[in-house]
């Protein structure tokens, strides 16, 4: 599978980074290689084993369903680069 | 009277209890150290008020009669990848410039409470993304180390942890922490000369530490020897109920049960770790090392890890399928950069900010991840990673059938000169021996084994079972005791 420009500018929209075109005529062919080299991986033969999810066995504790944090509005929004009224402030979403 | 800042953590630690000096002398000599060094870029932000105070609650404790904590009196420098409450965290990168944490993460927190004090925010890897500390938005770290061919060409200090390598190694601090995904402890403590340890997955907590690969990012402590290792590991290390894949087990006392003896044990030396293109002095230094362990009284024992070459592209497969999904949170709205060019709406301001505020590897990698994660490739490429992933554990464990513990180069070379390796994967390569135990969860450290012809340091790896930190930690003491490691770099700074 190799990694053209068009592909570069569809992953980089997926990724949501804007990209140039000199940007991405400069990252496909290095895209590309890593790719080429990761390629060898299908060599093996995994039909025999599940994918690896954890190093010691271990299962997602639950906890009490209870209230333990809440009421630190001010220090959320402290590192807001726009904050109004107690909300995040963003450009316009609805069309 | 004793530079201060020749000394190390237990040797600081137990002067302060014995009051042969006073904390706060040990805080200032440090202090005056790294504004000292700012060549080296090692520090993001210095912080003497914290060791400062750090330092007073140490000799206020002594004075009124009090058992010191296990750090009291012992400055240390912190990856600027833990969130340090009140104090700049940046992850090296632009998109969390500004950014000030309302909290302070585990590990770091238990540091404090352990009585250390924090000499300042330590340079690093973008997004701990790097293997020489040249990604970093805030400039390289270059290592204090130079080659003995009088050339003065800047050192990589390694990566991602350079700031702390080179910080640890130049005497600025005792100690620091590190972080270690696919290699970022060991590597950088290979090339500057120093110990660094990555325990068992799941053995430090990962809350508050800016995440990379949530399966395989680790924490540990990196400083100049083993002892010093096992004292901050266990300040370190332990449950911690914010952190989902914590190990809900009791913390060792790795510094009592240190011993320089091997004998009883296996040490393993896989075959698959000898490359064609290895130079001969690390090959040298391997064989040095089986000479030691069996001087130590271990048996030598040759084993098969046969999904060794695929460890590396499994690797970057899944570290950076990791990082697209976590690195999906920065896009200008809570914290950090937000780039919002005139007329833009809420997706192009994503797009903006992502694109100024990211370098170049970063970029790429999350680019990876995206790509390998999308629809169409996902069983192709991730789903298969993770399978090899499985493969690759599985040799470890029946390696573990024929030895106790592995032992390996650390790195394929000794530090390369800044601005030498501009092919990403010859980057990636620099983290062959380290990239397998990473993926199985192992427990592993770098020890320094001697110097290469250049006269820079060279790093011998041990590998161990999962939890089996101690017998990481003794193999490591058996070897610093039989390398005699004296080796610093003179001050060029």
């Known amino acids: 599978?190799?990694?053209?420009?068009?592909?570069?500018?569809?992953?980089?929209?997926?990724?949501?980074?804007?990209?140039?075109?000199?940007?991405?005529?400069?990252?496909?062919?290095?895209?590309?290689?890593?790719?080429?080299?990761?390629?060898?991986?299908?060599?093996?033969?995994?039909?025999?084993?599940?994918?690896?999810?954890?190093?010691?066995?271990?299962?997602l504790r639950l906890r009490d369903d209870v209230v333990t944090d809440g009421n630190v509005r001010d220090a959320v929004l402290s590192n807001a680069p726009q904050a109004e009224h107690g909300f995040f402030t963003v450009p316009k979403v609805i069309e | 009277m004793t530079d201060l800042t020749d000394l190390g953590v237990a040797a600081i630690r137990d002067g302060v209890r014995t009051g042969s000096f006073s904390a706060r002398e040990v805080a200032d000599a440090f202090i005056v150290k790294v504004s000292k060094a700012k060549p080296l870029n090692a520090f993001l932000v210095e912080t003497p008020d914290h060791a400062i105070a750090a330092a007073k609650a140490a000799d206020d404790a002594r004075a009124?009669?009090?058992?010191?904590?296990?750090?009291?009196?012992?400055?240390?420098?912190?990856?600027?990848?833990?969130?340090?409450?009140?104090?700049?965290?940046?992850?090296?990168?632009?998109?969390?410039?500004?950014?000030?944490?309302?909290?302070?993460?585990?590990?770091?927190?238990?540091?404090?409470?352990?009585?250390?004090?924090?000499?300042?925010?330590?340079?690093?890897d973008q997004f701990a993304m790097g293997s020489s500390n040249e990604t970093s938005y805030f400039g390289n770290v270059i290592s204090p180390w130079r080659r003995s061919d009088g050339g003065n060409a800047p050192l990589a200090p390694g990566g991602s942890s350079g700031g702390s390598s080179a910080a640890i190694a130049a005497r600025l601090c005792p100690a620091a922490t590190g972080t270690d995904t696919g290699g970022s402890i060991r590597q950088p403590a290979a090339f500057t000369g120093i110990s660094g340890i990555k325990p068992t997955y799941g053995r430090c907590s990962r809350w508050g530490v800016v995440a990379f690969a949530s399966s395989l990012d680790q924490a540990g402590p990196m400083a100049r020897d083993v002892r010093d290792c096992a004292i901050m590991l266990e300040a370190m290390a332990g449950f911690d109920a914010k952190d989902s894949t914590s190990l809900d087990l009791?913390?060792?006392?790795?510094?009592?049960?240190?011993?320089?003896?091997?004998?009883?044990?296996?040490?393993?030396?896989?075959?698959?770790?000898?490359?064609?293109?290895?130079?001969?002095?690390?090959?040298?230094?391997?064989?040095?090392?089986?000479?030691?362990?069996?001087?130590?009284?271990?048996?030598?024992?040759?084993?098969?890890?046969?999904?060794?070459?695929?460890?590396?592209?499994?690797?970057?497969?899944?570290?950076?399928?990791?990082?697209?999904?976590?690195?999906?949170?920065?896009?200008?709205?809570?914290?950090?950069?937000?780039?919002?060019?005139?007329?833009?709406?809420?997706?192009?301001?994503?797009?903006?900010?992502?694109?100024?505020?990211?370098?170049?590897?970063?970029?790429?990698?999350?680019?990876?991840?995206t790509y390998v994660l999308s629809a169409g490739f996902y069983d192709a490429y991730y789903t298969q990673a993770q399978k090899v992933r499985t493969l690759i554990a599985r040799d470890?464990?029946?390696?573990?059938?024929?030895?106790?513990?592995?032992?390996?180069?650390?790195?394929?070379?000794?530090?390369?000169?800044?601005?030498?390796?501009?092919?990403?994967?010859?980057?990636?390569?620099?983290?062959?021996?380290?990239?397998?135990?990473?993926?199985?969860g192992l427990p592993a450290m770098s020890v320094p084994g001697g110097l290469d012809k250049a006269g820079l340091p060279l790093g011998l790896q041990i590998i161990g079972k999962p939890l089996d930190e101690q017998g990481v930690l003794n193999a490591g003491l058996a070897l610093e005791e039989r390398a005699g490691f004296v080796a610093r770099p003179d001050a060029w700074w």
């Open chain 2, 396 to 440: 470890f464990e029946r390696a573990w059938e024929a030895c106790d513990l592995l032992l390996t180069p650390t790195a394929p070379s000794a530090a390369f000169g800044l601005g030498e390796k501009t092919d990403p994967i010859a980057m990636y390569l620099n983290d062959v021996f380290t990239v397998p135990s990473s993926l199985a």
């Open chain 2, 64 to 124: 009124a009669g009090e058992t010191l904590k296990p750090l009291a009196g012992v400055p240390i420098g912190m990856k600027d990848l833990f969130c340090t409450k009140g104090v700049a965290s940046t992850a090296a990168s632009h998109i969390l410039e500004g950014f000030t944490p309302p909290y302070e993460s585990t590990v770091s927190g238990k540091l404090w409470d352990a009585g250390a004090g924090m000499l300042g925010k330590l340079n690093m």
């Open chain 1, 1 to 59: 599978m190799s990694v053209d420009i068009a592909t570069v500018k569809k992953i980089a929209s997926l990724a949501r980074i804007a990209i140039t075109e000199e940007e991405a005529a400069r990252i496909a062919p290095e895209l590309d290689n890593i790719m080429g080299w990761i390629e060898q991986l299908g060599e093996v033969d995994t039909s025999s084993v599940e994918p690896m999810t954890a190093v010691i066995p271990n299962h």
């Open chain 2, 250 to 369: 009791a913390v060792p006392k790795w510094e009592a049960g240190l011993s320089g003896s091997l004998a009883g044990k296996r040490i393993g030396i896989p075959k698959e770790y000898r490359v064609d293109t290895m130079p001969a002095e690390i090959e040298a230094l391997w064989q040095q090392g089986i000479d030691w362990a069996k001087d130590a009284g271990a048996e030598i024992v040759e084993v098969s890890l046969p999904h060794t070459r695929y460890a590396l592209p499994a690797y970057y497969i899944i570290a950076p399928a990791e990082a697209s999904s976590n690195l999906a949170r920065y896009d200008g709205v809570r914290y950090g950069l937000r780039d919002l060019p005139e007329g833009a709406n809420l997706q192009d301001m994503y797009a903006a900010t992502r694109a100024a505020g990211f370098g170049d590897e970063v970029k790429r990698r999350i680019m990876i991840g």
